[in-house]
């Protein structure tokens, strides 16, 4: 992982650019998942990476990177999906040099694998692993080295947080990755989830700190609520799963 990826807690987070020039940011939605994908770029370097790309929208991203003049360095995912399939091994044949990110712990194929406290650098910025495990085993969340926003995954969602019920889930371990690893950022820090349901596309830590109705909680009471959830299987799990085992090396369909 030489170059862009750095390993560990011995690196220093690079510190962003006193010039003034904001991050470029995009969020885009696909609506049958109702994921957010996160285009996210320096505008001096041109380098940029994307968070959690699906695979029906890949093309409408690789043109957005291209339209902006962009690098794409890497595809990174939050963790493995289950009602989606990743972009990530389409947006490596679209965007040659652009390569597939995941957690070790996911268990997961990719080209380059992070663990907690890893830092992804794209030009002048860096994003900060934060392993927060409870959805899946290899949840992370991603906090840009400023700590202004942060890319939650299916950990933290706007008023609510990924379900616990399958793919070794924990209730347990989600509460105290939430309150351990993302609460204790700024309260202005932007919280940008993997999906919403209800057309909200940005909170903040301070906002779900006082007003998640699920992590404002006893960690007790909070294991109940979600040992009671009933919700349907995802639509997608049986095949969305298994692709997203080979994170970003299953060959691109035809």
Same mark, same amino acid.
Do not use: M, Q, W
């Given at each position: 992982m030489a170059g862009s990826v750095l390993r560990g807690a011995e690196r220093q987070l690079s510190q962003l650019s006193g010039s003034g020039v904001p991050i470029l940011l995009r969020q885009m939605f696909e609506?049958?998942?109702?994921?957010?994908?996160?285009? @996210?770029?320096? $505008?001096? *370097?041109?380098?940029?990476?994307?968070?959690d790309p699906v695979l029906e929208t890949a093309p409408r991203d690789a043109q957005l990177v291209k339209e902006l003049g962009l690098r794409l360095l890497y595809a990174v995912n939050t963790h493995c999906h289950a009602d989606h399939i990743t972009g990530s091994g389409l947006l490596r044949s679209l965007l040659p040099g652009c390569q597939s990110v995941i957690s070790r712990l996911s268990g997961a194929q990719a080209d380059l694998h992070i663990?907690?406290?890893?830092?992804?650098?794209?030009?002048?910025?860096? @994003?900060?692993? $934060?392993? *927060?495990?409870?959805?899946?085993p290899g949840c992370v969340t991603f906090v840009l080295n400023d700590h202004s926003m942060a890319f939650t995954g299916d950990a933290l969602l706007i008023r609510g947080c990924g379900r616990t019920d399958f793919q070794q889930g924990c209730a347990?371990?989600?509460?105290?990755?939430?309150?351990?690893?993302?609460?204790?950022?700024?309260?202005?820090?932007?919280?940008?989830?993997?999906?919403?349901?209800?057309?909200?596309?940005?909170?903040?830590?301070?906002?779900?700190?006082?007003?998640?109705?699920r992590l404002t909680l006893s960690c007790e009471e909070f294991v109940k609520v979600m040992d009671n959830l009933n919700l349907p299987k995802p639509q997608q799990i049986d095949f969305a799963v298994p692709a997203n085992m080979r994170c970003g090396i299953q060959t691109p369909p035809s």
């Open positions: 609506p049958k998942s109702c994921t957010y994908s996160y285009l @996210l770029g320096d $505008r001096e *370097s041109r380098e940029a990476i994307l968070i663990e907690d406290g890893d830092s992804i650098h794209f030009g002048r910025f860096a @994003l900060e692993t $934060r392993a *927060s495990p409870g959805h899946t347990k371990t989600l509460y105290h990755s939430v309150h351990e690893k993302i609460f204790t950022l700024p309260g202005d820090c932007l919280i940008y989830p993997a999906h919403d349901y209800r057309g909200l596309t940005v909170s903040t830590v301070e906002e779900e700190r006082t007003l998640n109705p």
